[in-house]
């Protein structure tokens, strides 16, 4: 998936050719260079947060030239007052590292329908700095336009809208999840996209478990018919495994940042225990118990009562 992304995001349908106001007229021809070090150069010069750019590109105009552009994609996207000088603070450095001239684009995935930051600026009198960039808000999509383009970032933008506004109504999410994955054969997709944007649906559109095994027997029978199975044995264990890694890192991670914004300073050999845990019921017990503890102590000795033969705290 992440090979394609920049045929995708630069091809005559994607959002940068219908969507951003004030977008540059590119060369559809040539294929973008990802400057994936040079962005880490860029983010590693903040001196303030770390913030977040996802991509950065050398793409080429009609005209020959060659330019950078910015993309920041918004994806769980809130309001954010301070969204603006966020852009303006990596195109400046991007400008200031490498004199490349520099195009910032924001891809924002938000329910708002009037939040549309394109500007920056600061100054007095004749002393004025003004910064401008493009963005495409993934809310002004109509829905049959999507259905109708060929191009997998349709596919993209028409699960993440389905995942906002189905909101907590998970069997509408249930159904349109079975739509979006059979729509993945009938678009004509080759075998390679229709399961990495499987995997991407999946992740986006999550479900209990009672609908997610309805979703899978209804795909699987599709499937059966099509005589075109969407993931092999080996690609649905590993993906099944990759989710379960992917929920014990975060049970983790989350019963890290809510002991430390009750009790500040963890130790460290605290940290680590949490870390070395495996199992994801003991995990889901632990998250719920750090709301409830008085103490540090207290949650080391949970730890130990729960898994006397691996941690001595």
Known sequence: MRN??????F?????????????????????????DKELEQITASSETEKRYVDKLYQVWLLDGHDVWILIHIEVQSQYDKDFSQKMFIYNYRAFDLYHKEVISLAILGDERKNWRPNYFGYGKGNSQL??????????DYKWEELEQNQNIFAIV????LKTKFTGKNLTEREQWKWTLS???????YTRKHIVDLYKLIDLMMSLPP???????????????????PLLTNIEQRALVKGQEIGAKETRKQDIINLLESRFNTLPEKLVNSIKNIEDLS?????????????SVTEFEQ???????NTNNL
């Not at 394609?4 to 995001?9: I, Q």
């Not at 059979?182 to 004509?188: F, I, Q, V, W």
């Not at 949970?302 to 006397?308: M, R, S």
């Open 4 to 9: 394609s992304l920049s045929r995708t995001l």
């Open 130 to 139: 003004k910064f401008t960039f493009s963005i495409v808000k993934l809310l």
């Open 182 to 188: 059979r729509l993945l054969y009938e678009k004509g």
């Open 157 to 160: 933008v028409m699960a993440h």
């Open 11 to 35: 091809s005559k349908t994607s959002p940068l050719a219908r969507g951003g106001r004030g977008v540059h007229p590119f060369n559809w021809e040539k294929i973008p260079v990802s400057l």
């Open 282 to 294: 003991v995990l889901k017990y632990l998250l719920i118990q750090t709301i409830k503890v008085n």
């Open 302 to 308: 949970l730890i130990n009562e729960n898994l006397p």
């Open 210 to 228: 009672e609908l997610q095994l309805n979703f899978e027997e209804k795909l699987t029978q599709y499937q059966e018919e099509r005589k075109m």
